[in-house]
């Protein structure tokens, strides 16, 4: 059983989900078989929201991001099941050509290296050109020129005319990105993926990426999906949390609940492995025992059973539903299965 996770404010009027995803699993063909990387997904995005997905590698969050923009590896990746609701529209199932027209102006990625995102053989400003060429076919080459000029300049680049005429490898890994930001920005989207956008970036360089992003997040109004293992960055960037684990969801909260009272043994083992200010120096950070079990041999019970100091006999056998424990907080344990929700109907 699943259940769909509901962040943000209530759904009527202008404050409806932009974005909807309900019970999405997606799975890949590999030689070992089919194997299903992520399960029974579920989650809302509102307007002027920034949803944090957070988790260990190989949790499944870039498989959901790119299931949502349909960018999933063919023919081996597939989505077997559920809903993408963009503004109410299911785009789970939709054509190649109707993608082509939704992604970039209703919602765009930035993706983790840019590197291998952009085109080492194309000056920038050609890549840059492309969206708008996609896009905005109204415009001239000239004002087309003129918009990525402007668009680099909103990122922080700086001679952003210079920088138009140069290639991938001529600029900084910090600047790679912000041309990939750019890129994102370019067609004016609702939604914009994140994953994890700092990826090999030094800290300082990092800073000034993330408040970029909430600068620019602020400015339009859009919403943002950050995808990143770091829960320093969830608790600074976002307004909402996913915390996934083994390709499901554990725990769905608003920032504030999810740090104040994490429920999943899971979350708790996260946020305990934190370095604080007040930790007495030179002792050894908490950690979760064991490992992430492969997805070629997951559990029948809960994915967290091998490592959960709470396990019970039930969840070597039964995987657990997202229970409701509060207003938008959620949690995948059967700790909670005898907790009702007033907010949530009982």
Known sequence: MTT???????????????????????????EAGRIKAIEGVGFIVRKGRILG?????????????????????????????????????????????????????????????????????????????????????????????????????????????????????????????????????????DILIADEPTTALDVTIQAQILQLILDLQAETGMAVIFITHDLGVIAEMCDDVLVMYAGKVAESASVKDLFSTPKHPYTQGLLRSIPTLDSRRKTILPVIDGMVPSLFDLPAGCRFQNRCPRAMPICETEPPPLYRVGSGHAVSCYLYDNIKDESAGG
């Open 4 to 30: 769909d996770i509901h962040t943000g404010p209530g759904s009527s009027g202008r404050n409806a989900p932009l974005i909807e995803v309900r019970d999405l699993v997606t799975s890949f063909s590999t």
């Open 53 to 189: 997905i957070v988790g260990e590698s190989g949790c499944g969050k870039s498989v959901t991001a790119l299931s949502i923009m349909r960018l999933l590896p063919k023919p081996s990746g597939v989505i077997e099941r559920g809903e993408i609701r963009l503004r109410g529209q299911d785009i789970a199932q939709l054509p190649v050509e109707g993608m082509n027209h939704i992604r970039g102006r209703q919602i765009s990625m930035i993706f983790q290296e840019p590197m291998t995102a952009l085109n080492p053989v194309h000056k920038i400003g050609r890549q840059l050109r492309e969206v708008f060429d996609i896009h905005r076919s109204d415009l001239s080459k000239a004002q087309a020129r003129t918009a990525c000029i402007e668009l680099l300049q909103k990122v922080g680049i700086p001679d952003p005319e210079s920088r138009m005429d140069e290639y991938v490898h001529q600029i900084s890994g910090g600047m790679r990105q912000r041309v990939m930001i750019a890129m994102a920005l370019a067609g004016k989207p």
